[in-house]
Structures are given as C-alpha cells and as structure tokens.
C-alpha cells in the first residue's frame, strides 16, 4: 500500500512543497529581520557628529567603520571642488601630492655629533704654503697625503668626520686616533724641509728578464701589492753596478728623464705619449647624394708617469707615491664591411679593430732615503717604442712606413719587454751638483695643476 501512496503525482507535489517551506522557514532563522539591520547614515551627515564611545560599540557588537572626527582633518569650507577627471586605474602610480614631498631643512645653531669622541681642530699650515707662493693650490697636498694615510671612507661614514683646508689653515674633525694620524702627516709638510729637493728617475727596458741572474745577489726584495710586480732596494754603489751591467747588453733600451726639482709632498707627472689613428666607422649622408664619410678615431699609446715624493722631518726616509699607466697598440685588425647604396648595391669598405695592451701599477712605496728603489714591472707592453722606420715599416706604424709596404704584411705583435723603474732621491737641490754641469738649483716642478693628465680622484 506505501508503494501505491507514493507513486500518485499528487503526494509528490505535496511532498515537494513541505521541503520547500522548511527551506523558506530555515532562511529566515539565519538572518535577522530588516528591523533589526543598523540604518545607514545619509550622505549629509555634518562632520561634527562625535562617534559613539569604544565602551557602546562593544556593547553593541559594533565594528564597522564609523565617519572621523573633523578636527582631525583640514577645513574643506572654502576649498575649490576639484575638477571632474576619469577615476585612475587601481595600479596607477601617481606623483604623490606636493605637501607630502620631503625636502632639506636649513638648520640653525647645529650641534656636531661627539658619539665617538671627535672634536675640531685647527692646524696652521702657513709655513709650508707661504713658500709656495707661486703654486696654485698647494694645501691641496698636504689634504692628498692625509688621504692617503687615512683613505676616503673614514670621512664619509660614521662616525661623522671633517676634513678642509685653505692656504692657511687646515681644519679636522673627528676622533683622537684620527687626529694622530693626521698629526703625523702635517708635521712632515710644516717641520720638514721646504727647500728643492732632486729625484732621478730612470726607465729601463729589457727583452730578456735574464738580468735577474747577475743582479739578485746586490739587492734586497721589498714586499709590492700589485699583481706581477716587484721590488729591490740595493745602495747607490750596487744601483751603478747595476745599470753598468744593464748597459752592456744589446737588449737594453734606457729612457733618461730630467732630474726633477720637488717640493717636498707636491707631484709631477711626467708621460711619452703618441696618437694613432683609424678608421672606427662609416658615416651615411645623404644630400647632396648618398656618400660615406670615414669617421676616424686616436688612441694615446705610450706611458704616463705620476710621482709624488713626501720626505721624513729628518730627512732619513721618504715616501713615495705611483700611478703609472702604459697603453700600447699591438696591433689593427681590418675588417671588412659592406654598406648599401642609393641604387641598392653595396660599396666594400674597411674599419680598424684596435687590439690594445695595457698596463697599471698604482701603489705607495717607503723606504730609506740612502737607497735606490727598482720596480720590475714585468714583461708587459715596452713603454719606451719608437716608430719603425725600416722600408717595410712594422704593424704598429704600417701608415708611416718609408714605402707603404708594411701595409702588404700581416699585423704582428707589438715588443714586449721586462719594463724596469728606478727611483733615487739626491739630496737637496741647492747644494746638488747635476750630472750634465748645469744649474744646480734647476727648474722646479712643484704644480700638479700645470698637468692636465694629473688626476685626484683616487688616494
């Protein structure tokens, strides 16, 4: 009987209405009736209406977000209503308005930071610079050395530091250890000598670094940063036997420089350079018809020397500083190029690929004052080339061959050879004798400013 009751369509309607009531009636028992819904404030609500207290809102159960008190925010009275514009998009960076941009402060009555236990100090350096009338500059000097000693980053990082000067007086600021090193310093430049001193300088190549044999016996190694290169001091009467055996060879070349006249802590630099050019590229211009115009470019081979002497106050050490660069071209590479035309064929043309060598040595040096430096730099791009002046000409002067035939030949390596620098200091000028029977006093170097390729930028 169950089975014929409930296969009439009429019971399965019934049945089907009584789910859907249970359905309606289990609706409204999850949610409150419209009655009990908070009413939204209207849009015209003023802003002096006080929000109720944290204590009703938790009795109330109510967290949404309630309209802030408007002496919080700025007057919106007599503010112009801002022009209507398209809402931006949700990720649209834009400027942020001008009253929210940071800018610098000029402070009043500023205190200098003692965290560290800095403070300011006054050094008057006019002995040294009153007799260096004529030089342009000269503190700068004493500010390079003290550079040197200290590095850069103590006085752009904490703790906060002060270094200046001016033809007078040199100013620091900073903590006791600094000044110490600082004081060091600018006792060489006041309390030592002011007088013209004299420097030799010599630069000597050698093809073959078999010179070693003979000679390592007269001199003492000395311990060199920089990579591939070393350093002896021996004494004067090993340095002339030295140069006595280098001179016998077939493969030595010497560079005599002048004797130079320094001032104690200035600089001077000394360079051999010479330009090569070629071809870097093709220009198009197209009136009044379409032509190529080579566009030459140069290269500054040869050496650059920049030498800075600083003696002890008793004259029984000294210390020098050197930056010496060597760049050489080995060789040009063609190649060749070509490049379309107005009536769409192409014209054959050639650019030069330079193949560079270069060199760098950048180090500071002590020693004692009765004693020749010798740098071996090496067997590196010989500093000291001369143009080939043979009828086929080399590669590295094939443009300025006798008859033009280097041109004909394939490129080969520039010289190579071990690059040796010595450094002798000879006492002071006025009582030197040179050895070409010149003026004793000499000229001095004493501006670095002189020298447009002298460079400050790095201690």
């Known amino acids: 009987m169950a089975n014929r009751f409930f296969n009439r369509p009429s019971t399965l309607l019934f049945l089907l209405a009584w789910l ?48 802030a008190d408007a002496s919080r925010f700025p007057s919106l009275e007599n503010r112009p209503a801002p022009a209507s514009s398209p809402e931006p998009p949700v ?7 001008a009253n929210q941009r940071l800018s610098p402060t000029r402070a009043v009555n500023v205190t200098l930071p003692t965290s560290a236990g800095q403070y300011w100090m006054e050094y008057d350096i006019r002995p040294y610079t009153q007799a ?5 500059r000269p503190q700068q000097a004493i500010i390079d050395w003290i550079l040197r000693d200290t590095g850069t980053d103590v ?17 620091v600021y900073h903590n006791d250890g600094m000044h110490q090193v600082v004081k060091q310093v600018y006792e060489r430049f006041v309390n030592g000598t002011i007088d013209p001193q004299v420097f030799s300088l010599r630069i000597v190549t050698v093809a073959n670094p078999n010179w070693r044999q003979r000679a390592l016996s007269w001199m003492r190694s000395v311990e060199v ?81 920049q030498f800075s002497p600083l003696l002890s106050t008793d004259l029984k050490s000294i210390d020098v500083f050197l930056k ?49 430096l010798v740098l071996s730099c090496g067997v590196i791009a010989a500093p000291t080339t001369t143009l080939d002046g043979t009828l086929l000409g080399g590669a590295a ?25 010595m450094i002798e200091y000879k006492g002071n000028a006025a009582t030197h004798l040179p050895a070409n029977g010149g003026n004793p006093a000499g000229p001095v170097a004493t501006n ?10 790095r201690y």
Request: aromatic letters at 6%; hydrophobic letters at 35%.
């Open 91 to 97: 990720n649209d960076v834009r400027t942020p308005p």
């Open 132 to 136: 260096l009338k004529s030089v342009d």
């Open 225 to 305: 940063e920089s990579p591939g290169v070393h350093g002896w001091l021996l004494n004067k009467e090993n340095s002339a036997m030295l140069m006595a055996m280098l001179r016998s060879r077939s493969d030595m070349q010497e560079t005599q420089l002048p004797e130079l006249h320094m001032v104690n802590g200035q600089s001077h630099s000394i360079d051999q350079l010479r330009s090569k050019n070629y071809v870097r590229e093709y220009a198009r211009q197209e009136q009044p018809y379409v032509v190529y115009v080579p566009v030459s470019d140069e290269i500054k081979e040869g050496y650059r020397l």
């Open 20 to 67: 859907a009531c249970r359905w309606a009636v289990g609706q409204e028992m999850r949610f409150p009736p419209p009655a009990a819904l908070r009413p939204v404030p209207p849009a015209s609500l003023p802003f002096n209406v006080s929000p109720p207290s944290s204590s009703q809102a938790i009795q109330n159960n109510d967290t949404s977000p309630r309209i």
């Open 324 to 372: 010496c660069s060597i760049d050489q071209v080995e060789k040009l590479n063609n190649v060749a190029i070509e490049l379309p035309t107005a009536n769409g064929g192409l014209q054959n043309a050639q650019i030069d690929i330079p193949q560079l060598v270069s060199w760098r040595l950048h180090e500071r040096f002590r020693w004692p004052a009765d004693q020749v």
């Open 397 to 421: 002067s094939r443009s300025g061959s006798i008859l033009g035939l280097g041109r004909l030949l394939p490129p080969t390596a520039g010289p190579r050879a071990d690059a040796l620098l």
């Open 155 to 171: 006085w752009f990082n904490e703790p906060t530091g002060i270094l200046t000067a001016d033809r007078t007086t040199l100013r």
């Open 448 to 457: 670095p400013s002189s020298n447009p390729s002298v460079s400050r930028g």
